[in-house]
């Protein structure tokens, strides 16, 4: 089992940045991480996804070049450096977690694929 713990969601402007975090426990040791986001009335969405390893990434279209997945296997954490926001960036995002099952370098982007998910944090951004 995983538990996963966001933060760092809230309140800004368009062309401002934010920075969430997820801080996972439990069994942690192999996952591949991903976020997602939903907004109201929509289904939830690939946001980023990162490998074990953190040397393979992968990211959705709307948000290449602008968002940063990380993480810090010591801390047990993931990161999402958000700059350049939109409006069109509002939602509740969520971090998700999976076991690799092919190695250290694999990533995610299905949602369906990760069985582990946080309780989400919500992010308004502001034109």
């Known amino acids: 089992q995983v538990q996963l713990v966001e933060s760092g969601g809230g309140l800004a402007q368009a062309g401002g940045s934010l920075r969430l975090s997820c801080a996972a426990s439990?069994?942690?040791?192999?996952?591949?991480m991903g976020w997602f986001r939903q907004a109201p009335g929509k289904e939830r969405d690939f946001v980023a996804a990162i490998s074990w390893s953190g040397g393979s990434t992968y990211y959705a279209e709307s948000v290449k070049g602008r968002f940063t997945i990380s993480r810090d296997n010591a801390k047990s954490a993931v990161y999402l450096q958000m700059n350049s926001l939109r409006p069109e960036d509002t939602a509740v995002y969520y971090c998700a977690a999976r076991f690799s099952d092919f190695g250290a370098t694999s990533y995610y982007t299905d949602v369906h694929q990760y069985p582990y998910w946080g309780q989400g944090t919500q992010v308004t951004v502001s034109s």
């Open positions: 439990g069994r942690t040791s192999g996952n591949a």
